[in-house]
């Protein structure tokens, strides 16, 4: 390697080169290395050149990274490594190239022998834009181009210029000139919002619920082509609407948004390819929302027993177009709506849930217009009508739709209030339950769905449920800005859970703010493993670990999530499979586990300390807190109230406001806080190694008590029924204190054998209190009195691992052992243990007949049955007895299916109906033939019989069987079995018996 001064300008004969006073060359053979330059871990954000760096840099700000860069050859493996484990660039051969989660992903192709500009403009905690500029040509052959952080581990420093490839083969030779690292602030991000609004008819009404919609849309900021110099993003809005509603009728704020009428279906079609498919200049896909709304007709198709939708482009079936689902489909996998991971369909239409399609009994989509990346809103279930109203009511307007909804609706009769999707937005801060000054999909549509569905019951007595499919985790797709100084509320990655239930959550040390470390869930009898997923690489050894020494945190549960973290590296996986859905690397080792509340995950990290805010859905970084000195942050956070509370290694006690981070108030300890504080009876309690209990007004942090112990408190306490229970270390015992007074009253103490580092858990149902201590005892004891203990069970040694305890009377905890364990909380007995192999000092966490717990080497590990899948069908439907006399029955014969895999009672029905059902605008309702109740075991069917006589006024009959649709069923579009036409072609008094014909 060597580094020149001004006279190592690097010239070639044939080529037009840049010439700089500085220049830096990298030539490495085929089995070693070499750096342009690094900086290594002792030099992270130190001053310039106090210690030797050549720069420093702080990472908490946006700043650009600039140089040029020339390869004499093709045979090249090289690096620009950019902060350790999050900013990665290479060339193998002359491609530009960049990684993220191991995948690979080109930029461009460089020409040999040339020099070329690379800028880098860094956006922190997301990734970072792109500039390639050819200085032979004078022009950008790359401009802008997004790429995320990367996620992988590098045992590398962490930042670099030049080859550390090592291997056969990892080698190359490269030049860089002029480089330089500044802060800007230039709007480097541009945000698109493309809203492509279609209104028809319901009945033979022009409905307005797609000029509610733009008009409320465009109150908000991200709607109104504007720029936020704020956070530095350029949001640009692009509407179109389609209506049957004439030009001079619109409103008048929706006239500059009009494109046309909807009676050309070709033209429509077309829209959705162009328009709603483009990606402006400067905008790129991956920030480009886009919006379907349509308002009208839906239809179902007659050629299948299953029956896919249509949208009516017109009051009446003929002589008006249909677009079917499948023309739909074709055109929104047209350009850049094919690979894009933001956008919305918005059906407001009958029978709408058809346009969403289901998961199957194999997890898998059985698609008709959904995929990843994609969220569809249905104003109705697959079986049901959408409602509207040509009415106006007290200050509302008429010809609106029930889902889509109302800013504030008053009757003739009472205030309704806000309903549907514009009732959502209007709600603003009230329902951004993640506090990012967004409201995004999700948040919107359980308002929006709540609404609707008690509103037409209240007001027809009928039945519409909105439904949403989701192929974006949490369907977290931004929609309005009501907060023009938030950062962009980043979309949720592609894909989610397959499940439509939403699982019980462990969000934080000892499972709430009081931190009994209870549950009210069923907890799993057998030790068998659902699944195991090893996070951290097995070779992994960054910070010197080795394996079996990897700082792992205690794992969180939420919104369908699994939280834990490795070494400086922070995860999210999907609850029901274990896979990872996002990384996110600290700048130093994280020192505690997280907790989670309103869509914010926070932990702490090393000196110097550090507490993170990363949006749970996507892992993005929404803030940090940097400690006013160089400790570390030691103790689990706790989160209640909007407020975060946490402790650290130099005895300082923070709490901060957890939407922006900024302190609130500090308190000053004896020592070291690694206790995890509970919160209760607007009170903050923790522990410390100056042997103190610590009890301090949640809002101003006046101390309102102090308790000695004279040892070091480690333990976390439990708050329950006004008492404060918390464990002591060099004078072993469990105490119980006076958690609601004035004084620190002691209630009763226990000695215990060992030193307590565990942390106390309370049954809050049944009373009783659970500790361990260091030498594997556990001790069972009454609430208000422990002599003597219920119980005792010595198991293996224990530390830190605190008990989780389930409704059904059980207590999991992990041991130095490498195992698990899980105890009869009435005898003590040991139920059932695993053996993981490696040291567990992580608690578990329970949901749903599940524990999850991590382990120090480095992965996670799910213990209970398969999560449920909820799926019923009907799976077959014939007829017989076509040739008897007219008196006679037919008998029809059915078969219906249990496809999930949980025992399933639940009622099936047969019906009749003599016209085409499902199709605009009457809708006809088909009537009751019979009705019963099966039960089947997982994977069982049953086929039935019923004698049916039809009616004498009617020839021509479709039938229909129908299997209620349960809680959380899997996949609803398959709960109907339709047979049409059963056309009885003799007369009732012909006696030549009857003859059928099925069409």
């Not at 049955?865 to 799976?875: C, E, K």
Request: proline fraction near 5%; include cysteine.
């Amino acid at each position: 390697m060597k580094k020149g001064g001004s006279n190592a300008v690097v010239e070639f004969s044939t080529l037009e080169t840049y010439s700089s006073p500085y220049s830096l060359h990298v030539n490495s053979s085929s089995q070693n290395s070499g750096f342009a330059f690094a900086i290594g871990p002792s030099d992270w954000m130190s001053p310039p050149l106090s210690n030797g760096s050549l720069c420093s840099i702080d990472y908490s700000k946006k700043y650009v990274i600039e140089f040029y860069f020339c390869i004499p050859g093709t045979n090249n493996n090289l690096l620009n490594v950019f902060r350790n484990q999050h900013i990665i660039t290479g060339i193998q051969g002359a491609t530009l190239y960049w990684e993220m989660g191991g995948s690979r992903y080109n930029i461009t192709t460089l020409e040999e022998n040339r020099w070329y500009r690379i800028t880098y403009w860094v956006v922190p905690g997301t990734g970072f834009y792109i500039d390639v500029y050819d200085t032979v040509n004078k022009k950008y052959v790359v401009e802008d181009q997004f790429c995320r952080f990367h996620g992988g581990t590098f045992n590398r420093p962490p930042f670099v210029v030049g080859d550390i490839e090592d291997g056969v083969e990892q080698y190359g030779e490269a030049y860089w000139d002029d480089f330089k690292i500044y802060f800007h602030s230039k709007p480097r991000v541009n945000i698109d919002f493309r809203l492509l609004a279609i209104e028809g008819y319901f009945g033979n009404v022009s409905m307005k619920s797609a000029e509610h919609l733009i008009m409320n849309l465009t109150k908000f900021f991200n709607w109104q082509n504007r720029t936020s110099n704020y956070i530095g993003v350029n949001f640009y809005s692009h509407i179109h609407l389609f209506s049957a509603v004439p030009y001079n009728s619109l409103y008048e704020d929706a006239k500059r948004f009009y494109n046309g009428g909807i009676s050309d279906k070709s033209r429509i079609l077309n829209e959705i390819r162009s328009f709603l498919g483009a990606t402006s200049p400067g905008c790129s896909n991956t920030f480009t929302i886009r919006i379907f709304y349509y308002c009208g007709h839906s239809g179902l198709n007659s050629s299948s027993s299953y029956k896919f939708p249509y949208i009516l482009l017109g009051k009446d079936v003929n002589p008006d177009p249909k677009i079917s689902s499948e023309e739909l489909k074709r055109a929104f996998n047209h350009g850049d709506l094919s690979s894009s991971n933001c956008t919305l369909l918005i059906f407001d239409s009958c029978y709408s849930e058809r346009y969403i399609g289901a998961f199957d009994s194999h997890h898998n989509y059985q698609e008709n217009l959904l995929r990843k990346g994609r969220v569809i809103l249905s104003a109705c279930k697959y079986n049901q009508k959408a409602y509207g109203t040509s009415e106006t009511w007290g200050n509302s307007p008429g010809n609106w739709t029930y889902f889509t909804g109302h800013t504030d609706l008053y009757t003739n009769y009472k205030h309704i209030g806000p309903i549907g999707i514009i009732g959502a937005i209007n709600q603003k801060s009230r329902f951004d339950f993640n506090k990012d000054g967004w409201l995004h999909i999700g948040e919107i549509f359980d308002f929006a769905r709540k609404t609707t569905k008690n509103f037409v019951k209240y007001w027809s007595t009928k039945k519409q449920e909105p439904t949403m499919g989701s192929g974006v985790r949490a369907a977290k797709i931004p929609f309005v800005m009501y907060n023009p100084k938030a950062n962009f509320a980043w979309n949720g990655p592609p894909g989610d859970s397959p499940s439509r239930q939403n699982y019980d959550s462990w969000s934080q040390h000892g499972n709430y703010a009081f931190q009994t470390g209870f549950s009210n869930v069923i907890g799993p009898v057998n030790n068998t493993p659902l699944y195991y997923r090893q996070i951290t690489s097995v070779n992994d050894t960054s910070y010197g670990a080795p394996l079996y020494t990897i700082q792992c945190s205690s794992v969180r549960i939420t919104d369908n999530m699994v939280f834990f973290s490795a070494n400086s590296t922070f995860y999210g996986l999907d609850l029901i499979t274990g896979e990872k859905i996002w990384e996110f690397t600290a700048n130093n080792s994280i020192s505690t586990s997280a907790a989670i509340y309103n869509g914010t995950v926070f932990f702490g990290v090393g000196s110097p300390g550090k507490l993170y805010a990363l949006d749970e859905i996507t892992g993005m970084l929404r803030w940090t807190y940097d400690l006013p000195t160089s400790a570390t942050v030691t103790s689990p956070p706790t989160v209640a109230d909007d407020k975060i509370f946490f402790g650290t290694s130099d005895g300082y006690f923070y709490v901060l406001n957890q939407t922006t981070g900024t302190q609130i108030w500090n308190f000053s300890a004896g020592g070291k806080i690694q206790s995890s504080p509970a919160v209760a009876y607007n009170r903050v309690f923790f522990g410390s190694y100056d042997g103190a209990i610590y009890a301090l007004e949640e809002d101003t942090g006046t101390l309102i008590w102090e308790y000695q112990t004279f040892s070091p408190v480690i333990s976390s306490p439990a708050i329950h029924n006004g008492m404060l229970f918390i464990g002591t270390y060099d004078l072993p015992r469990v105490l119980a204190l006076n958690a609601t007074g004035n004084t620190p009253d002691l209630i009763w103490e226990y000695q215990t054998v060992a030193p307590v580092t565990s942390s106390p858990s309370v049954d809050t149902v049944k009373g009783l209190v659970v500790v361990a201590d260091e030498n594997g005892n556990i001790y069972c004891f009454k609430e208000m009195s422990p002599n003597p203990p219920l119980w005792t069970e010595l198991i293996d040694p224990i530390n830190m691992s605190s008990p989780a305890i389930s409704n059904n009377s059980l207590i999991y905890i992990g041991s130095l052992d490498g195992k698990i364990y899980c105890l009869n909380e009435t005898t003590g007995q040991v139920v059932w243990s695993y053996l993981i192999g490696n040291s567990v000092v992580a608690s578990p966490a329970l949901t749903d007949d599940h524990v999850i717990i991590s382990s120090t080497d480095g992965a996670v590990y799910c213990f209970g049955i398969p999560f449920p899948v909820y799926d019923v069908t009907a799976v077959s439907l014939t007829v017989s007895g076509l040739n008897a006399p007219w008196d006679q029955p037919l008998h029809l014969t059915y078969t219906v299916a249990n496809n999930g895999n949980r025992l399933e009672t639940f009622n099936v029905t047969l019906y009749y109906f003599t016209h085409e059902i499902w199709t605009p605008p009457s809708y006809l309702q088909p009537t009751l033939i019979y009705s019963t109740t099966v039960t089947l075991l997982p994977g069982e069917n049953i086929t039935l019989t019923y004698d049916w006589y039809p009616p004498r006024l009617h020839r021509t009959f479709s039938i229909l069987l129908e299997t209620q649709e349960l809680e959380y069923e899997l996949y609803p579009l398959d709960n109907i079995f339709v047979l049409k036409y059963l056309r009885l072609l003799s007369v009732p008094n012909g006696g030549a018996g009857r003859n059928a014909l099925f069409l």
